[in-house]
């Protein structure tokens, strides 16, 4: 294997990683964001070591830096809170702002459970859009596991934490961001969102996919896997490497009328 020609920059106390390209950072930015008591690297399994030590012999992979985005649960009392944590990254990011080693013009937003609601809440709040051109710079927005309807297990005891409401099925936040999201998007449109589920999700399901429908998404896709396996890599060839190939190759072009 070569030597990797990325750095990887890693700020525990802050729950951020960043991997990008050591001779000049990429033009664009893919954007990672954990769920319920996840961690910034370890829900995506060996991601972030591949991308580091061989992103750069996979296309479109090469075209793309990234940063993993994280938080500490019990500090989140709702999916805005998430929103703002991901809005204040991507103005820094747009910016060129430290720590990131170059201004970026086009972002790639991956979430896992928890984290796909505060991608939802950032897509309809647009009071937290900086630039105000967010969503025209948004290439692909891709959510693994997200709880289309809650969580069963949000009613059990040991999910104490104070966005546990936001999990509990038909819950009140989650009505309201579906609410909130349904109504934002006919007048601003974001690109379509990628939704996996899992046949084995034992956490969100994946029944209530056929009953509820956010604005903008594309259909449903069901693989069978479970809701951590889906976000962790087994090497190169796996499902989540592919989901992760489609939200960073480049879009097609319209045909010429």
């Given amino acids: ?12 106390a802050d729950h951020w990683a960043y991997i990008v390209r050591r001779e000049q950072p990429a033009p664009n ?27 750069d012999a996979h296309p479109p992979l090469a075209d793309w830096d990234y940063v993993f985005l994280g938080y500490r649960t019990g500090a989140v009392e709702c999916c805005l809170d998430l929103a703002r944590r991901l809005a204040t990254e991507l103005a820094k990011a747009h910016a060129g702002a430290a720590p990131y080693r170059g201004a970026y013009a086009r972002f790639a937003l991956l979430g896992h459970s928890l984290g796909t609601l505060g991608i939802r809440q950032l897509l309809c709040a647009s009071v937290l859009h900086t ?26 005891g040991q999910w104490v934490f104070p966005v546990s409401d936001a999990l509990r099925p038909a819950s009140p936040q989650l009505r309201m ?43 449903a896709r ?7 396996a889906m976000v962790k890599p087994t090497g190169w060839d796996c499902t989540v490497v592919d989901y992760l190939v489609q ?3 480049p879009l097609p072009v319209p045909a010429a009328r």
């Fill in 1 to 12: 294997m070569s030597l990797p020609t990325r750095d990887f920059l890693d700020r525990t």
């Fill in 177 to 219: 961001l579906k609410a909130w999201t349904d109504s934002s998007y006919q007048p601003r449109r974001w690109p379509a969102p990628r939704v996996l589920l899992g046949l084995e999700d034992q956490v969100v399901g994946h029944k209530f996919a056929d009953l509820v429908n956010w604005a903008g998404d594309e259909p």
């Fill in 222 to 228: 069901l693989e069978s896997l479970g809701h951590s």
């Fill in 131 to 156: 630039p105000p051109t967010l969503l025209e710079q948004l290439h692909s927005i891709t959510l693994f596991g997200t709880p289309v309807n809650g969580s069963p297990l949000a009613r059990f």
């Fill in 247 to 249: 939200a960073l190759s």
């Fill in 29 to 55: 930015l893919a954007v990672f964001l954990h769920g319920y008591t996840g961690d910034y690297l370890g829900t995506w399994g060996r991601l972030p070591h591949m991308l580091y030590e061989e992103a």
